[in-house]
Nanobody
């Protein structure tokens, strides 16, 4: 059973930056497409960035040009560099693979103050 552990969240002012990390246990990480998701209060969880096993990336329009997803297969880790943060980026951020999902981790809270 793969376990996901997200970290790196915090409180930041608008315009600031954060770098999130997600470590996955298990041997299937390198062959899996990975994504960063977020869930704001009262809203559904949404995929904001994805990286394929080969390194191709995709982003939701609202974060294009501000967020960068990357991965280090040797460390079983996926990263999300978040720049020019906005209050609307406030959410709990999670990582997971392409469907079928692994069990969700606890997520990491990102709060952006105006």
């Amino acid at each position: 059973q793969v376990q996901l552990v997200e970290s790196g969240g915090g409180l930041v002012q608008a315009g600031g930056s954060l770098r999130l990390s997600c470590v996955a246990s298990g041997r299937t990480f390198s062959s899996s497409g990975m994504g960063w998701f977020r869930q704001a209060p009262g809203k559904q969880r949404e995929l904001v960035a994805r990286i394929s096993s080969g390194g191709a990336t995709n982003y939701v329009d609202s974060v294009k040009g501000r967020f960068v997803i990357s991965r280090d297969n040797a460390k079983n880790t996926v990263y999300l560099q978040m720049n020019s943060l906005k209050p609307e980026d406030t959410a709990v951020y999670y990582c997971n693979r392409d469907m079928p999902f692994w069990t969700w981790g606890q997520g990491t809270q990102v709060t952006v103050s105006s």
